[in-house]
């Protein structure tokens, strides 16, 4: 039997912590995912506008076998600074890779672009992403809220608030798969004309209003959502598990959790997004039965979290900014 978390969150998988902080005169923010342990990790990139780092050495066929922490941000190309700050604050820890008596944190990222938002981007020559990344590396907590938070403070999701989401899922026999998700996509996360959710029919216990199936007066339209806001765009995320996984079978669950991407946002992996999704391994048990069809049982998995850990940011997200959140906006549909 598979079934949600006691949190719900990410943290549910054994050996994740999360970290947030953000700038409310910037409207910008930065999540850090650090394992307990370094972990076992692989990225799939498929949006055709990326902004990453270090996601060439999780290739299957790079050095690096595990990482100490991925750092999703706001900010743009400046927000690639906020994994500096994670690097900094790991570094204090001595955490990392070991080499000539040096220590060395190993820390991937993506960031989206939330810069065309109402916040104050008048910072000078020291963009605020550094200390943000050090912040959320070094307060740690397995709970926390969704929408207006970490990454997704600034996020937009079509005409809507966008914001930070996560999810779980747990089965009987112990195996464990969490997502977290910061939502700014080009595409919507709604059907058009309506206040539902197109991943509506993967909510459990009524995690994102649970509005129930949609109901449609009319065919629903082709075209690209008129409320698209072209290169100002991206959805980031995580994908994490307790078993124990390769490096090549990480990045075939990061594949496959992308199809939660299209389950939730439509259209997407466009030319103007930088789709990117992570896949850590916290090694705490070993998988059973045959393995290609548990490789395939967690991705499966994996989608479903990352589907409803985008609705999730959005549900949970608050008007901010002149940006209007979902709950305000479709408060007479989840009456």
């Known amino acids: 039997m598979m079934k949600p978390g006691k949190r719900n969150l990410i943290t549910d998988v054994d050996g994740i912590r999360i970290g947030n902080a953000h700038d409310t005169k910037v409207i910008t923010?930065?999540?850090?995912?650090?394992?307990?342990?370094?972990?076992?990790?692989?990225?799939?990139?498929?949006?055709?506008?990326?902004?990453?780092?270090?996601?060439?050495?999780?290739?299957?066929?790079c050095l690096v076998e595990r990482i100490d922490a991925v750092v999703l941000s706001g900010?743009?190309?400046?927000?690639l600074e906020a994994a500096s700050g994670a690097i900094i604050a790991l570094a204090r820890q001595k955490?990392?890779?070991?080499?000539?008596?040096?220590t060395v944190p190993i820390v991937p990222s993506a960031i989206l672009f939330d810069l065309i938002n109402d916040g104050d981007k008048?910072?000078?020559?020291?963009?605020?992403?550094?200390?943000?990344?050090i912040h959320a590396t070094e307060n740690l907590t397995h709970d926390f809220?969704?929408?207006?938070?970490?990454?997704?403070?600034?996020?937009r999701a079509g005409v809507i608030k966008g914001g930070l989401g996560s999810a779980s899922v747990v089965t009987d026999d112990g195996l464990q798969v969490g997502a977290i998700v910061a939502a700014n996509p080009v595409g919507s996360v709604l059907i058009p004309g309506t206040g539902y959710f197109w991943a509506w029919a993967l909510e459990q216990n009524g995690e994102f209003g649970g509005l129930g199936?949609?109901?449609?007066?009319e065919d629903i339209p082709l075209g690209l959502p008129k409320e698209s806001r072209l290169a100002e765009n991206t959805t980031i995320g995580v994908v994490?598990?307790?078993?124990?996984?390769?490096?090549?079978?990480?990045?075939?669950?990061?594949?496959?959790a992308h199809d939660g991407f299209a389950r939730a946002i439509r259209p997407v992996h466009t030319p103007m997004?930088?789709?990117?999704?992570f896949t850590l391994s916290t090694e705490k048990k070993e998988l059973m039965g045959p393995r290609p069809l548990g490789i395939a049982k967690i991705g499966a998995m994996a989608a479903d979290c990352m589907a409803r850990a985008i609705a999730r940011a959005v549900y949970n997200a608050e008007s901010l900014g002149g940006m209007r959140g979902y709950q305000s906006e479709y408060s007479k549909d989840l009456q």
């Open 29 to 61: 923010g930065v999540t850090a995912i650090v394992p307990d342990n370094p972990a076992v990790a692989a990225v799939d990139v498929r949006g055709g506008g990326p902004g990453t780092r270090e996601t060439e050495a999780l290739n299957p066929d």
């Open 75 to 79: 900010g743009s190309v400046f927000g």
């Open 95 to 102: 955490r990392g890779f070991a080499v000539h008596g040096l």
């Open 122 to 133: 008048d910072w000078g020559d020291m963009p605020p992403y550094r200390d943000l990344g």
């Open 145 to 155: 809220p969704l929408g207006n938070v970490g990454a997704g403070y600034g996020a």
């Open 213 to 217: 199936a949609p109901k449609l007066e």
């Open 240 to 256: 994490a598990t307790n078993i124990t996984l390769t490096k090549a079978e990480a990045r075939r669950i990061s594949i496959m």
């Open 273 to 277: 997004d930088g789709d990117s999704i």
